[in-house]
């Protein structure tokens, strides 16, 4: 009896291990297996070689220069002023005084005598022949054998500065007085007025500027020093255009803001003002070169690996390679080293 009763105990034992383990490996069978490693993947450039050039980005402003005083020398009384942001060309009046016109004249000097004596020569004559002939007046021609760059007052030009005051409605003089004419190199924006009619004529009567819009940059002195006149430059505009534009001047005189350091004005003009026609005023960037590297080996700055003993490296097929960087622009960097060659495949930080 205890022999059958052993015999039941030992074959339930049996069943219930087979159960068990019958189990266990249907579970390990429903296991998925486990998914390898993945590889990585190693990004690669080619070493180029390439022109590297670095530039020097500036803010500047669009707007019309710097604006100068401009003073009547008439005598009388101021009684009419053109508006602000009025544009005055060879001929127009700029103001009036006692009701009568002064006008522009182009030229490279102010009037310093009247033009008054007959057969008088100089380059202030030369200034009255040449607006009047401009303007559409008959001059007659130069004597023989008058200096380079004068005139002489002839019959016939007095002749056509008495046709002028006419149609300006002037007194009918043949004579040129200092006040009756202001000089400049060329035609005149209003910026500001600074009298009112009722003031004396012979003072400062407003401030004007170029007719031409420029970008003015405020540059410091070590990156004015590197520009000239006539200097190649991009303009990078509000809405990310890039334009061409050069230098056209560069100032003498360091201006600073309290506190700021000292600065030049360098004016830039862009190559085709249509591009900025619409701007009356805006900030831009503008892009002055740099130095220039040709041909030299380059790879992407994230090409670079950063030794531990300092120094850099870049890693080629064959391993780590030594470096020295030169020149960085433009996300490049021009590297050197034993081993280097075009078109190697260089590793890069994904």
């Known amino acids: 009896m205890l022999r059958k009763t052993a015999t039941v105990v030992t ?3 049996v069943l219930a291990g087979a159960a068990t383990a019958f189990a266990l490996t249907r579970d390990r069978a429903l296991d998925p297996a486990p998914a390898a490693e993945p590889v990585a993947q190693v990004a690669t450039v080619k070493l180029e070689r390439r022109d590297l050039s670095t530039t020097t980005s500036l803010t500047g402003r669009i707007g019309y220069g710097s604006a100068r005083p401009l003073a009547g020398r008439a005598t009388g009384t101021v009684t009419w002023l053109p508006a602000v942001g009025a544009t005055v060309k060879r001929g127009r009046q700029l103001f009036r005084a006692d009701d009568a016109p002064v006008v522009l004249f182009y030229g490279g000097m102010p009037l310093y005598r009247p ?3 007959p057969l008088m020569s100089g380059r202030d004559v030369r200034i009255v022949a040449d607006n009047l002939r401009a303007l559409g007046y008959r001059v007659g021609r130069r004597p023989a054998k008058t200096p380079a760059g004068e005139s002489v007052l002839t019959p016939e030009l007095v002749g056509a500065v008495k046709r002028w005051q006419r149609d300006l409605g002037r007194p009918v003089t043949g004579t040129v007085a200092v006040g009756d004419v202001v000089v400049r190199t060329g035609a005149v924006r209003v910026e500001s007025l600074t009298v009112q009619p009722g003031a004396a004529a012979e003072a400062d009567l407003m401030t004007v500027t170029s007719t031409r819009k420029v970008i003015t940059v405020a540059a410091e002195l070590s990156d004015a020093a590197k520009l000239a006149r006539g200097s190649r430059v ?4 509000p809405d990310d255009r890039t334009i061409p534009a050069r230098v056209s001047a560069v100032g003498r005189d360091l201006a600073a803001d309290e506190g700021d350091t000292p600065r030049l004005v360098v004016s830039v003009a862009v ?3 249509a591009a900025i026609a619409k701007l009356d005023s805006a900030e831009v960037k503008v892009n002055f070169p740099g130095r220039t590297a040709k041909k030299v080996l ?3 700055i994230e090409a670079l690996v950063a030794l531990s003993e300092g120094g850099y490296a870049v890693q080629g097929p ?5 470096v020295k960087a030169g020149m960085f622009a433009d996300g490049w960097v ?3 080293g034993e081993g280097l060659t075009e078109d190697m ?3 890069v930080a994904s």
């Open 298 to 300: 380059a790879v992407p």
């Open 271 to 273: 190559d085709k003002p």
């Open 234 to 237: 991009t303009v990078v505009l």
């Open 334 to 336: 021009q590297v050197t």
């Open 318 to 322: 064959q391993g780590l390679i030594q």
């Open 11 to 13: 074959l339930v034992v």
């Open 115 to 117: 033009i008054a004596t």
């Open 345 to 347: 495949d260089v590793v």
